[in-house]
């Protein structure tokens, strides 16, 4: 299957400080990318979607002001957490939906990133 | 509105005997219906998905699950656990296939021997 990494893994950083996670397709063109949120023992929540070259579109009661959001590219999606504090602490998943045909987006299947743990002190 | 309901948190079973996941969605569309497994460390991996075709759907690793109109209900099923299906599952409904995931809260699957 089509391979999604995320970098880094893991990270700790301090309060008020910015933090950047990207999101790699390796072996196919994304269009669309998709940012979640996973706080220990609990599902997955989508933060945003992003298609390439246009802006994000966040989910209700998501900062983009605090979470930017960039796909500049069809194998490249970044997520930035601004001034990050305790409570940002979380899983940040991506995944990746391959470019298709004229039904694309129907049955077209996300793939998913590891993950990236995020820890602010 | 969409939603999904996994309706246990935690099922543990014994290597070798089957295994019963319990997923119930709401959708005022014909849904489309995955389930994802995660391991530790490790990214989603898709299981099986129901795209309105045959009700019964078969995935990988044994896995399979049945969509049953009537009760709402996408249950995933094995009939014999091995110990690397220790994980958590997630159960997931989207309308239109992939533009938008939902997902229920997981069930964590432990095996022993």
């Known amino acids: 299957g089509a391979v999604v990494s995320q970098h880094p893994s893991w990270v700790i950083c301090k309060s008020g400080t910015s933090v950047k996670i990207e999101c790699r397709s390796l072996d196919f063109q994304a269009t669309t990318m998709f940012w979640y949120r996973q706080f220990p023992k609990q599902s997955l929540m989508l933060m945003a979607t992003s298609n390439e070259g246009s802006k994000a579109t966040y989910e209700q009661g998501v900062e983009k002001d605090k979470f930017l959001i960039n796909h500049a590219s069809l194998t490249l999606s970044t997520l930035t957490v601004t001034s990050a504090h305790p409570e940002d602490s979380s899983f940040y998943i991506c995944s990746a939906r391959e470019r298709g045909g004229p039904l694309a987006g129907l049955y077209t299947e996300q793939f998913f990133g590891p993950g990236t743990r995020l820890t602010v002190l | 509105a969409q939603s999904v309901t996994q309706l246990d948190s935690h099922v543990s079973v014994s290597e070798g005997t089957p295994v019963l996941l319990r997923c119930n969605y709401s959708?005022?569309?014909?849904?489309?219906l995955f389930w994802y497994v995660q391991h530790p460390n490790k990214g989603l991996q898709l299981l099986l998905k129901y795209t309105s075709a045959a009700t019964l759907v078969k995935g990988i690793n044994g896995f399979e699950a049945e969509f049953k109109k009537s009760e709402t209900s996408f249950h995933l099923t094995k009939p014999s656990a091995h110990m690397s299906d220790a994980a958590e599952y997630f159960c997931v409904v989207s309308l239109w296939g992939y533009n938008k995931l939902i997902f229920g809260a997981g069930t964590r699957l432990a095996v022993h021997p």
């Open positions: 959708s005022s569309y014909s849904p489309s």
